[in-house]
């Protein structure tokens, strides 16, 4: 079975500052690999996401993503935040071929201080 | 199209009586999916549809809990006789299958979710 580990529970960042949120999996098999926000009482909302192809993905409001096999990361980054990045993240799993349901982390809450 | 809709977005009741969520997929989506989520967590996997069709369960789901999507459209998720360790976000998701070309890569849009709390 597949697995997904965020390290960090809170991550606080400066306004205007780069932030990466960390992303490890562990799979025997080939993964999808996908990051979702979620704001306070609302739904998860897609990021972006990894099928195939180029290792550096890019997702909505500025975010992007590196897939590394060797290192089983999928790590997420922004060169600039805003207040508005304030929210949950959770990185998420699919394997190849399988019944396609994701597989989630516990989260990381990214808090941006004015 | 709306998304995906939830219907309540919050319930309170009392333990022991029974609940029971309606989600309404993205209306071309042939698949729907629950999640729970609890506090400080991530969302698990509880069941999926195809259509109608039930095809998985996790092991998460108890006697108590069941789920249907009768017409293929619309899904319900009940659960009997609550417990507090129910209280808990219960998630609805849809996709359509084969949506990026390849087989498992499927790409949920998730609804705005239906809070329990049990007393």
């Known amino acids: 079975a597949q697995s997904v580990t965020q390290l960090d529970s809170q991550v606080p960042v400066f306004e205007e500052a780069p932030v990466e949120l960390r992303c490890n999996y562990s799979?025997?098999?080939?993964?999808?690999l996908f990051w979702y926000v979620q704001y306070p009482n609302q739904g998860l909302q897609l990021l972006l996401k990894y099928l195939s192809g180029s290792t550096l993905v890019k997702g909505i409001n500025g975010f992007e993503a590196e897939f590394n096999k060797s290192q089983t990361s999928f790590h997420l980054r922004k060169p600039s935040v805003h207040i508005s990045d304030t929210a949950e993240y959770f990185c998420?799993?699919?394997?190849?071929?399988?019944?396609?349901?994701?597989?989630f982390g516990t989260g990381t809450r990214l808090t941006i201080i004015p | 199209d709306t998304g995906v809709s939830q219907n309540p977005r919050h319930k309170i009741t009392k333990r022991g009586q029974n609940v029971t969520f309606r989600c309404d997929p993205i209306?071309?989506?042939?698949?729907l999916y629950w999640y729970r989520q609890t506090l400080g967590q991530g969302p698990e996997f509880l069941t999926y549809?195809?259509?109608?069709?039930?095809?998985?369960k996790s092991r998460l789901l108890s006697d108590r809990f069941s789920a249907e999507r009768p017409k293929g459209s619309f899904s319900t998720l009940e659960i009997q006789r609550t417990e507090q360790g129910d209280s808990a976000m219960y998630l609805c998701?849809?996709?359509?299958?084969?949506?990026?070309?390849?087989?498992?890569?499927?790409?949920?849009?998730f609804g705005a979710g239906s809070r329990l709390t049990v007393l």
């Open positions: 549809f195809q259509n109608e069709a039930q095809l998985e």
């Open positions: 998420a799993v699919s394997v190849w071929y399988g019944n396609e349901k994701l597989t």
């Open positions: 998701a849809s996709s359509l299958r084969g949506t990026s070309g390849v087989s498992g890569a499927n790409v949920l849009t």
């Open positions: 209306s071309e989506h042939n698949r």
């Open positions: 799979s025997s098999v080939s993964v999808y």
